[in-house]
């Protein structure tokens, strides 16, 4: 069969020191061609009337709300997308600067993106966060002083602890020793994903049990940490399918597959597809 058309990405900005915060407006340029995200990035939306994908999934926009975009997500603008709100863009050289305390809000909400990509907000939540988005805003139009990145970190930390604590996915309790050992669980299947798929090898990293972690796992997201590991497989794959020529043989051994057919057997069985059937189906998403 052969490969139909795929989606040429659009480069990311790259942006000095590894950050930017920009004011969105009424009738400004948006991307509506797909975008793979060399950084994270928070939208906070004021007023918005349109669509926003993120993956493969669309999200009609309203106002009043937040999306987070982990580095590595694709995501575009429908056609005709109106909005008023800020776009914070930060890479992991500069997370670096902010206070080690935020590690854990910004672990939970970015290593899980999927989990917590559409956050609706309250008007006191929406305000509360209006105000230090524009103070960011305003500290970044400032002319560069002695520091100057380590302030904007210091926002930074606070808008990731104020955004962990509105998610109401997150314990009340960051500090919690259980809830540690899951952050740091999911910051490991993040960053070595492609290299184990085994559950027993991330306990044995965290030093804890299989045991012990599929039930931290089932506490704070209802679901295995098999699952989990699958859940982050999936999404690249998808990713990959979608957004790249890369071949189902090619991604099956980046994932560490041992086989093609084994890769493809594990896709369909998550996604009641086979991967071919998968990009055919979504290789004209976003058109």
């Known amino acids: ?48 009337a349109g669509r926003l994908l993120i993956d493969e999934q669309a999200y009609t926009l309203s106002g009043q709300e937040l999306f987070l975009a982990a580095k590595g ?23 670096e600067k902010a206070p080690q305390s935020a590690n854990n809000c910004k672990a939970i909400l970015f290593n899980n993106a999927a989990a917590n990509q559409h956050i609706p907000l309250q008007e006191e939540e929406f305000g509360a966060l209006e105000v230090l988005f524009q103070g960011l805003y305003q500290e970044s139009l400032l002319a560069v002083y002695p520091n100057k990145p380590d302030a904007m970190a210091a926002y930074l930390k606070i808008l990731m602890i104020k955004i962990a604590n509105i998610n109401s996915s997150l314990v009340k309790d960051p500090e919690a020793a259980d809830k540690q050992l899951y952050w740091k669980f999911l910051e490991l299947v993040s960053e070595h994903y492609q290299s184990t798929h085994d559950v027993a090898e991330y306990a044995s990293r965290l030093g804890i049990t299989s045991r ?76």
């Not at 497989?233 to 086989?259: D, G, P, Y």
């Open 1 to 48: 069969m052969p490969v139909p058309k795929l989606l040429n990405l659009h480069p990311d900005h790259i942006f000095e020191n590894s950050f930017s915060i920009s004011l969105l407006q009424d009738g400004q340029e948006l991307p509506v061609s797909f975008c793979r995200s060399d950084y994270h990035r928070i939208f906070l939306f004021k007023q918005a």
């Open 73 to 95: 997500q694709v995501y575009a603008f429908r056609r005709n997308t109106r909005l008023e709100g800020y776009e914070l863009c930060f890479g992991d050289c500069f997370w």
């Open 212 to 287: 012990k972690l599929t039930e931290l796992c089932k506490l704070h997201n209802g679901s295995g940490a098999k699952n989990v590991i699958n859940g982050q497989l999936i999404a690249e794959s998808k990713r990959a399918l979608q957004f790249s020529a890369l071949s189902v043989k090619e991604i099956a051994f980046r994932l560490n597959f041992a086989t093609p057919e084994q890769f493809s057997h594990f896709f369909k069985k998550e996604t009641a597809l086979s991967p071919l059937d998968y990009r055919e189906h979504f290789a004209n998403i976003g058109r």
